[in-house]
C-alpha cells in the first residue's frame, strides 16, 4: 500500500498552465466522491519558480492514506508566447512542419501506423490550407470586381483585393480558433523541431524537472514515484525520464518505485520522422531500462492519441533486452455513463482530455486512483479489474484481494 506518493505532471500542449490545471484537479476530487468513498483536501498552489509548482493532496479511505506531493511543470508562458507569434510567423512554421512531414513520408508512416490518428493531422493541415485559400478567393474576386466595375488602376485593385484578403483571415479567426486549428498546427511544428534535437525552450524546463527527480529519488521519502506525461507532454515526460538517469543512474534503484506514465501520448507519431534523434535516443535509453517501469495509457476510443508503440515507431531493435513500454488501453464506455458516452464519442478534444478527469463510475482506470490512491500504479495497469472488484460498495478493502499474486503466494 502506497502512504506518500510524489508525482511529476507535464501538461498537453495547452495554455491554461498551472493554474488552470490546479482548478481542474480540485473539480476531479470534488467528482469523485460520490465514486468512492475517500476524503480529500488539496493545498494551495504554489508557483516555485519559473518552470515549477506544485500542491499537496491528502487523501484518505475507509483503510487507506495517501500523501501526494503533484508537482506541475510550468510550460505555459512557452505555450502562450508561441501562440501569441503573429500569423505571419505561425503560418509559415506550420507550412515547413506540413511539407516536411509530407518530404520525408513521415505523414504516410503515421496513417499507415494509425489511420484515425493520421486523419487529425491531416485535419489540422487541411484547415490551415482552407483558412488561407478562402481569404485567397476572397481576396481575388475583390479585386476583380474592383477591376472590372469602377476602371481604377490595377494597383488599387490589387490593394483592395489584399485587404479584403486580410479582413476574410480576420473574420474567421474565431472559428479558426474554436477548431483549434493554429493551436494543433503549433504544437505539431514545435514538437517536430524538438524532436530534431534542435535548440528549444523546453531544454531549460526539462533539465529542472530532471534535477528535481533525482533530488526526491535520492531523499528516498516517497513510496512510489510517478511521472506523467499527457498528449503533447506524453513526448516530454521520458526525456526528464532520461535525462534523470544521465544525471543518476541509479534514479530507479533506490526505494521508490519510479514509474513513467504516458496518458494520451502522441510521442510514437513525432517517432516516426527519421530524424526525430532526441526522441529515438530517450526511448532507446528507456525500452531497456529494467528499474523505470514505463506504461503507455490510452484510451481506445481517442483518435487524438497515437495508438501504436514508440518502439517500433523509432525503429528501434532491442530483442531481448527491451522491457518497455507496458501498453495499458482502457476504454471510455467503463469510465462514464451511457449518455455522456455518446456525447463524447464525436467530441474528440473533451474525450482525449477524459483520461485525465474524473469518472462517472468505478473503472479499472481512474486518474483519482492513479494520483492519490493507495495501491501502485503498476497494479492497476496489471489487473484494474480484478482491483475494482475487490473494493466493497463502501470502499473498504477487500483484504487478501488486494494483495499482488506474489504475495499472496
Not at 52 to 59: N, R, S, T, Y
Not at 107 to 112: E, L, P, T
Not at 181 to 194: E, H, I, M, T
Not at 383 to 409: I, K
Request: neutral net charge; glycine residues 8%.
Amino acid at each position: 500500500m502506497v502512504e506518500r506518493r510524489q508525482v511529476f505532471y507535464v501538461e498537453g500542449y495547452d495554455p491554461q498552465g498551472a493554474e488552470g490545471y490546479y482548478g481542474l484537479f480540485q473539480l476531479l476530487l470534488r467528482r469523485i466522491r460520490p465514486i468512492w468513498p475517500a476524503q480529500a483536501e488539496v493545498g494551495e498552489l504554489k508557483l516555485d519558480s519559473e518552470f515549477l509548482a506544485h500542491w499537496d493532496v491528502e487523501a484518505s479511505g475507509p483503510k487507506w492514506r495517501v500523501a501526494t506531493h503533484y508537482e506541475f511543470l510550468r510550460l505555459e508562458h512557452i505555450i502562450r508566447a508561441e501562440m501569441a507569434e503573429p500569423i505571419v510567423l505561425q503560418v509559415p512554421r506550420a507550412m515547413v512542419w506540413a511539407l516536411d512531414y509530407l518530404i520525408t513520408g513521415t505523414i504516410v508512416r503515421v496513417v499507415r501506423k494509425g489511420w484515425p490518428f493520421g486523419l487529425h493531422l491531416l485535419y489540422f493541415q487541411a484547415a490551415l490550407l482552407l483558412w488561407l485559400a478562402l481569404a485567397v478567393v476572397g481576396g481575388g474576386a475583390a479585386a476583380h470586381a474592383v477591376a472590372a466595375t469602377t476602371g481604377l488602376p490595377h494597383l488599387t485593385a490589387h490593394a483592395t483585393g489584399v485587404i479584403v484578403g486580410v479582413a476574410c483571415l480576420a473574420i474567421m479567426r474565431p472559428l479558426v480558433d474554436r477548431a483549434h486549428v493554429l493551436q494543433g498546427n503549433r504544437c505539431w511544428s514545435s514538437l517536430s523541431r524538438f524532436a530534431r534535437g534542435r535548440a528549444s525552450d523546453l531544454d531549460a524546463p526539462i533539465e529542472a524537472f530532471a534535477q528535481r527527480l533525482v533530488a526526491v529519488a535520492r531523499a528516498n521519502e516517497a513510496d512510489e514515484i510517478v511521472v506523467i506525461g499527457h498528449s503533447w507532454g506524453g513526448a516530454i515526460a521520458p526525456l526528464i525520464v532520461a535525462s534523470a538517469l544521465e544525471l543518476d543512474p541509479d534514479v530507479g534503484r533506490r526505494r521508490a518505485r519510479l514509474v513513467l506514465l504516458t496518458l494520451g501520448s502522441i510521442m510514437p507519431a513525432a517517432a516516426l520522422h527519421p530524424d526525430a534523434v532526441r526522441l529515438h535516443k530517450a526511448i532507446r535509453r528507456l525500452a531497456a531500462e529494467p528499474s523505470v517501469r514505463w506504461l503507455e495509457c490510452e484510451i481506445y476510443e481517442d483518435v487524438l492519441s497515437c495508438g501504436f508503440d514508440p518502439v517500433q515507431a523509432a525503429g528501434i531493435e532491442l530483442g531481448g533486452r527491451r522491457c518497455n513500454p507496458l501498453p495499458w488501453q482502457v476504454q471510455l464506455r467503463d469510465m462514464v455513463h451511457a449518455d455522456l458516452y455518446g456525447r463524447l464519442r464525436w467530441k474528440f478534444l473533451r474525450m482525449h482530455y477524459q483520461i485525465i478527469m474524473a469518472n462517472d463510475r468505478r473503472a479499472p482506470y481512474d486518474y483519482f486512483l492513479v494520483a492519490c490512491g493507495p495501491l501502485p500504479v503498476e497494479e492497476w495497469a496489471a489487473r484494474g479489474r480484478d482491483l475494482v472488484a475487490a473494493f466493497s460498495p463502501d470502499g473498504t478493502d477487500a483484504g487478501p484481494a488486494l494483495a499482488s499474486p506474489a504475495a499472496a503466494d
